[in-house]
């Protein structure tokens, strides 16, 4: 249920792009106490992008599940952003993180809602 998506200015090949996918994923489960079987990651890179009047590198991220903590944000914030920098050289000033909390009627799987 939890779903992860990464928008960057970064240029990435198929392999890095794989390799994001799976720490990302992983670090969402952990994070959130979910199993990573219900976790979904989506990344786009090399996107036209532009932040502060620069198209330095850059990224943002929305994060959606049921449940999501509002008082574990700041922490995800610090997750997200270690890993984004570590892995497409954003500096951590540059990325912008969107997170919601779905309503379990609002979010649909296998033909019906959670």
């Known amino acids: 249920m939890p779903f992860l998506k990464i928008q960057t200015n970064q240029a990435l090949d198929p392999a890095q792009q794989q390799a994001l996918m799976a720490k990302a994923s992983s670090l969402v489960a952990e994070k959130l106490g979910k199993p990573e079987n219900y976790v979904m990651v989506a990344i786009e890179t ?6 502060a009047g620069t198209s330095c590198p850059l990224a943002y ?6 449940g ?8 995800l914030s610090d997750s997200l952003c270690t890993l984004v920098s570590q892995e497409l050289d954003v500096e951590k000033n ?12 609002m979010w649909g799987w296998d033909g019906g809602t959670f």
């Open 94 to 105: 540059r990325t912008y993180i969107e997170f919601a909390d779905a309503q379990r009627n």
């Open 68 to 75: 999501l903590p509002a008082d574990e944000t700041r922490n």
């Open 61 to 66: 991220l929305e994060l959606k599940s049921i």
């Open 46 to 51: 090399g996107q036209t992008m532009q932040f």
